[in-house]
């Protein structure tokens, strides 16, 4: 008797497993049907319409990775959808707001998918893929359910700075997939640095045979325990980034490339001093640091930080500046250009007789203004080429370029200014979004960071649009972003355990409607995701368990 109870509970749990959905981000609507459907080698994709072929590549790639098989595909299929055995992509007309909504309907005949466009049936795909058991067999049982999805934000996006550490081509494209598997569809991809510059310029050749290596590199914490003295570096191609573009436009995903000025230029004057306002002083590091190699002249920094020496307003700068952009521009094929437009110390142009000349000739108020001058030439010019700039809420400072993106870091002060202005706006503040912060107080839980604390508690209460804007004005908040600042993580798998658990919150942040959004309830999900971390192979923080952590709703009064 006890033996037989067993075996109906085993059972039981067994089929309420089956039926389990826990799909990050939440969709806006699940309902779980009776039974399942089971994917075997010899079940179809069928491809309604042209245009699919993205969604099933993506799907059969991920079935070659983890279950060692792929699908058949159908092309021009529409004849074939009512036959049994099938995953059918489809198009649909779904009315909303924001691309990306879809339909679909699991029974136990097969999975109907319908997308509003092609990138609608692409996000399904993500939904689908979390649906699949995690354990590599033939048989594959997916619960019945209908879903209907979409999506509340136009921006959600992921950074990544490989100005401080390089990453290999391969890296590039996991951080992409990791990107198309949450519906996040822009990688904002941080290019140039004080550190190390990362985009062969043909026409410039040393900014990556000078710029792209430093001789060495702190070691711990800034300002560090010494240095490794060690030649560190790297650069990518245009004919890598030529491929990693389309990488990422396979999987919907837009590349907003980050060429930082005018200041973060340590990397780019060591190349071509004469961007320098003082070309012939050798580059200055901070005393209280270990320096390697050559400390003459101008050299590529070695340690983090901000400094003096930025570009100089001259023509030969803009000219520069301008032939760089020339051979990004066709890189890139989405609308936006970052131009930084950060942490730019003053000092060097308040010493600089010609830029005091300048600001007297161009009747601008102070530095501040030069520096509007500086971003608003740069604006112009790239608006000529059809591109429209993002900048760091720094841009606001002397008066913001005409037609500019805001991207707030600085908390959300910047964003609700610039949103008032009616310029788009982009939110990144510091204190929810960075994600280089600690996600711990246990130090030897998260090695090395920078600083900060930010759990995943705290990702998941933020919300990207702040309560002082009104309705009107809030439209002008595309959306939000992470920033993943790589001082302290030198290998892949540092990132990946910065960002991981963390994204999935935030995926949920910006996909997900306001009014569905629980902490009981993505905890929940979370511990199934836990086990898609291990599925996958990547490397996670623990911190989700720790109690100090679980808190559900946090605020920072500095934020706003």
Not at 75 to 83: A, V
Not at 324 to 334: C, H, K, N, S, T
Request: aromatic share 12%; with cysteine.
């Amino acid at each position: 008797m006890k033996q037989t109870l067993l075996a109906i509970a085993v059972l039981f749990a067994v089929v309420a497993g089956a039926q389990e959905v826990n799909i990050i981000p939440k969709p806006t609507k699940v309902e779980t049907q009776p039974g399942n459907f089971v994917i075997t080698p010899a079940t179809s994709i069928v491809l309604s319409e042209t245009g699919l072929e993205r969604s099933a590549q993506f799907l059969n790639d991920y079935m070659q990775k983890f279950y060692g098989f792929r699908l058949p595909v159908i092309k021009n299929g529409r004849s074939q959808k009512n036959n049994k055995n099938n995953i059918v992509l489809d198009i649909e007309q779904i009315d909303h707001p924001v691309p990306g909504a879809y339909a679909m309907i699991v029974t136990p005949n097969g999975i109907e998918i319908g997308g509003s466009g092609s990138l609608g049936t692409f996000y399904a795909i993500q939904s689908l893929i979390q649906l699949l058991p995690m354990e590599k067999k033939k048989s594959l049982s997916v619960p019945c359910v209908n879903i209907d999805d979409k999506p509340r934000f136009a921006y959600r996006g992921m950074h990544l700075d490989v100005g401080r550490h390089f990453f290999p081509v391969s890296f590039v494209k996991k951080y992409i997939d990791f990107i198309a598997m949450y519906k996040m569809n822009t990688f904002h991809w941080h290019l140039t640095e004080d550190q190390g510059w990362r985009i062969e310029i043909k026409k410039y050749p040393k900014l990556t045979q000078v710029g792209g290596y430093r001789n060495g590199t702190i070691i711990g914490r800034y300002p560090g325990k010494g240095n490794d003295m060690t030649k560190y570096g790297g650069f990518y191609t245009q004919e890598q980034i030529k491929d990693i573009v389309k990488y990422a436009s396979d999987r919907y995903i837009t590349i907003v490339p980050e060429i930082e000025l005018p200041g973060h230029a340590s990397a780019a004057i060591a190349a071509y001093p004469q961007l320098s306002c003082f070309p012939d002083e050798a580059t200055k590091h901070p005393k209280n640091t270990v320096w390697s190699g050559d400390s003459t002249g101008k050299q590529v920094q070695q340690v983090w930080g901000v400094f003096p020496d930025v570009f100089a307003p001259t023509e030969y700068t803009f000219n520069f500046l301008q032939d760089v952009l020339d051979e990004v521009i066709p890189l890139f094929p989405g609308k936006y250009v970052h131009i930084g437009g950060d942490e730019c110390p003053k000092d060097n142009w308040k010493r600089s007789d010609f830029c005091q000349q300048l600001i007297k000739e161009k009747d601008l108020k102070d530095e501040h203004g030069l520096q509007s001058y500086f971003i608003g030439r740069i604006e112009k010019y790239l608006n000529s080429k059809g591109k429209q700039i993002i900048g760091w809420d720094e841009i606001l400072e002397g008066g913001l370029a005409p037609n500019a993106t805001v991207m707030s870091w600085r908390g959300e002060k910047g964003g609700i200014e610039a949103a008032r202005q009616k310029h788009t706006v982009i939110m990144t503040p510091g204190a929810w979004m960075y994600f280089d912060h600690s996600q711990t107080k246990k130090e030897k839980e998260d090695s090395v960071t920078i600083g900060g604390y930010t759990t995943i508690q705290k990702v998941y209460s933020y919300e990207p649009i702040p309560d002082s804007l009104s309705t009107e004005e809030s439209k002008y908040v595309l959306g939000a972003q992470a920033n993943v600042w790589t001082e302290y993580m030198r290998y892949p798998s540092k990132v990946e355990y910065m960002i991981f658990p963390r994204m999935s919150a935030l995926s949920e942040v910006l996909w997900s409607s306001k009014d569905t959004k629980s902490w009981p309830d993505f905890e929940k999900r979370m511990l199934a995701e836990l086990k898609r971390y291990d599925w996958w192979g990547v490397t996670y923080s623990k911190a989700f368990f720790d109690p100090a952590n679980n808190i559900p709703e946090l605020k920072d009064p500095a934020l706003k």
